[in-house]
T-cell receptor, first 112, second 112 residues
Framework: GEDVEQSLFLSVREGDSSVINCTYTDSSSTYLYWYKQEPGAGLQLLTYIFSNMDMKQDQRLTVLLNKKDKHLSLRIADTQTGDSAIYFCAERKSSNTGKLIFGQGTTLQVKP | DGGITQSPKYLFRKEGQNVTLSCEQNLNHDAMYWYRQDPGQGLRLIYYSQIVNDFQKGDIAEGYSVSREKKESFPLTVTSAQKNPTAFYLC???????????FGDGTRLSIL
């Protein structure tokens, strides 16, 4: 199948780390993406990782990829109230369509 | 500033009416995309265009039509054949099909 699965909700305290998890189905996927969506807005590209990498770090964001288990995670260090949003993971298939398969999104709630 | 502009932000359609959603980008990207987002779900691909004068159906193209007469513009028409058009519509673009996609701020379409 083409399912990308995410847990629906995560609540953390300000200053803590957040870890948002995602599982995907296609082992031939080339790139995996994390997008952030604030209420009523479009999607903001946060980071992405190529399928031959295990980890990518970009300031407060760390992406971990476990290809064997088809598991992707996004860690946000020192989570702030401005990080409250919906986070989508997406996989790009190896075919030449540019098609992204999105998860249903994880709502991150940051409590002060 | 370079970016993707979608208009209008809110759109209302009467039964049996066609409506057109605008998407313009000044990023000089070759590829453009239309997605549909329903509450609590991820995005689903409607149509995409790799280059001017070319476009392909995505997963849910029925009831929609597009054109790509100019590189910077990719309008989406929601026809009366689309029986459940109420949704949030997102346009995206990328330099090529194998590059990360960047999104506009979306148009919310509702039925009167």
């Amino acid at each position: 199948g083409e399912d990308v699965e995410q847990s629906l909700f995560l609540s953390v305290r300000e200053g803590d780390s957040s870890v948002i998890n995602c599982t995907y189905t296609d082992s031939s996927s080339t790139y995996l993406y994390w997008y952030k969506q604030e209420p009523g807005a479009g999607l903001q590209l946060l980071t992405y990782i190529f399928s031959n990498m295990d980890m990518k770090q970009d300031q407060r964001l760390t992406v971990l990829l476990n290809k064997k288990d088809k598991h992707l995670s996004l860690r946000i260090a020192d989570t702030q109230t401005g990080d409250s949003a919906i986070y989508f993971c997406a996989e790009r298939k190896s075919s030449n369509t540019g098609k992204l398969i999105f998860g249903q999104g994880t709502t991150l709630q940051v409590k002060p | 500033d370079g970016g993707i502009t979608q208009s209008p932000k809110y759109l209302f359609r009467k039964e049996g009416q066609n409506v057109t959603l605008s998407c313009e980008q000044n990023l000089n990207h070759d590829a453009m995309y239309w997605y549909r987002q329903d509450p609590g779900q991820g995005l689903r691909l409607i149509y995409y265009s790799q280059i001017v004068n070319d476009f392909q159906k995505g997963d849910i193209a029925e009831g929609y039509s597009v054109s790509r007469e100019k590189k910077e513009s990719f309008p989406l028409t929601v026809t009366s054949a689309q029986k459940n058009p109420t949704a949030f519509y997102l346009c995206a673009s990328s330099p090529g099909l194998d590059q990360p996609q960047h999104f506009g701020d979306g148009t919310r379409l509702s039925i009167l």
